[in-house]
């Protein structure tokens, strides 16, 4: 059994689609990052980066409890546990560990800010919602020309396509029109139309905070963020 740590965002869908693809016997934990659970000392223990998604494997390597934060991380762990979506030729790994890093190091972040600089900023700073959208147009540039040559990011189906299509989803509230990206919208539907993503869709939409979420949110640094050992939420 696995325990999923789990908000509807971008971030937990991944892992959430893949569970669902895979077949996995999961249960969701729900982790109310617009109230501060993310910071509970129990949740510290497994996710010290004070985010979701997070896994705990109860049949871990030698039957051990196994705990894992990052989303790439977790798809990886998950691919080679189940033997699904991730190959074993190498070629094949390397192209697929490629796009996930892409996914995890540039579109999520980029897509993030041009998100947080267009809708959550509590003042409009032009240069910022510029400067994220134009970034995010670019990437999804990269995931065309990508798709014009296979129909999946890594020729296959995997784990690459489940980190990055969650991050294709909230499109609009990027400022990016699929019209400008016909390879990503065909694979947009074509993964978004799988069993799989559905269910996973239903484990929750995202739902908008109120004021006092977004204040947990933003506006954390070191010095104000408890350890694993304190009882305190910011
Ligand atoms: N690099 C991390 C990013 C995870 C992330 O940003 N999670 C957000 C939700 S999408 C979160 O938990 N935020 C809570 C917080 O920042 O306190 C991953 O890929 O897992």
Redesign the pocket.
């Known amino acids: 059994m696995i325990d999923l740590y789990f908000?509807p965002?971008?971030?937990?869908l991944?892992v959430a689609i893949f569970l669902e693809e895979a077949g996995l016997d999961y249960r969701v934990k729900r982790?109310e990052?617009g109230r501060g659970d993310?910071?509970d000392p129990e949740f510290l223990a497994i996710s010290p980066?004070?985010?979701?998604?997070a896994i705990v494997d109860h049949d871990g390597p030698g039957g051990q409890d196994l705990s894992l934060?990052?989303?790439?991380a977790?798809l990886v762990y998950l691919a080679d546990k189940s033997g699904r979506f991730l190959s074993d030729d190498q070629v094949q790994r390397a192209r697929t560990l490629q796009w996930l890093f892409w996914q995890?190091g540039g579109l999520?972040?980029m897509a993030?800010q041009a998100h947080h600089f267009r809708a959550f900023a509590p003042e409009r700073v032009p240069y910022g919602i510029k400067r994220y959208t134009d970034e995010c147009n670019r990437l999804y540039g990269v995931l065309d020309r990508a798709l014009a040559e296979t129909g999946y990011l890594a020729a296959e189906y995997s784990i690459a396509d489940m980190a990055a299509w969650p991050w294709i989803f909230p499109h609009q509230r990027q400022g990016q029109d699929l019209a400008d990206f016909p390879n990503v919208r065909r694979w947009y539907h074509r993964v978004g139309g799988r069993p799989a993503v559905r269910r996973a869709l239903e484990l929750g939409a995202e739902e908008l905070m109120d004021e006092a979420g977004y204040q947990?949110?933003y506006g954390?640094r070191a010095a104000n963020l408890p350890g694993p050992s304190s009882r305190e939420k910011p």
């Open positions: 908000f965002s971008p971030n937990g991944k982790v990052i993310q910071f980066n004070n985010k979701i998604p934060f990052e989303s790439g977790i995890v999520g972040p993030g947990v949110l954390q």
